[in-house]
Nanobody, 119 residues
Framework: QVQLVESGGGLVQAGGSLRLSCAASGITFSIFAMAWYRQAPGEQRELVAAINTGGSTNYADSVKGRFTISRDNAKNTVNLQMNSLRPEDTAVYYC?????????????WGQGTQVTVSS
């Protein structure tokens, strides 16, 4: 059974920091690209940051220079360090694992963790 379990969300003041973690089980973690998405009320889910199996990263323009994604293949975890948080970062943050197998995408999602940034 595949599980992605997020933790680390909460309430923080603008300018503060949070560190999200996602613990994966039931998959061969090292062969999955990992990502964090977020969804604010009334908005579509959007990609925040991604890290591939080789460790290359990419970020949404809105978080570049403030957020850092990292992975630990030995611990089957992916983290998102969020600094200089802004009220517009308020959303539910989701962990995502994805790979392509024989041309077909295989994708898993966590249940989400709420991040609220107060002004």
């Amino acid at each position: 059974q595949v599980q992605l379990v997020e933790s680390g969300g909460g309430l923080v003041q603008a300018g503060g920091s949070l560190r999200l973690s996602c613990a994966a089980s039931g998959i061969t973690f090292s062969i999955f690209a990992m990502a964090w998405y977020r969804q604010a009320p009334g908005e579509q889910r959007e990609l925040v940051a991604a890290i591939n199996t080789g460790g290359s990263t990419n970020y949404a323009d809105s978080v570049k220079g403030r957020f850092t994604i990292s992975r630990d293949n030995a611990k089957n975890t992916v983290n998102l360090q969020m600094n200089s948080l802004r009220p517009e970062d308020t959303a539910v943050y989701y962990c995502n694992a994805k790979k392509v197998w024989i041309g077909r995408p295989i994708e898993y999602w966590g249940q989400g963790t709420q991040v609220t940034v107060s002004s």
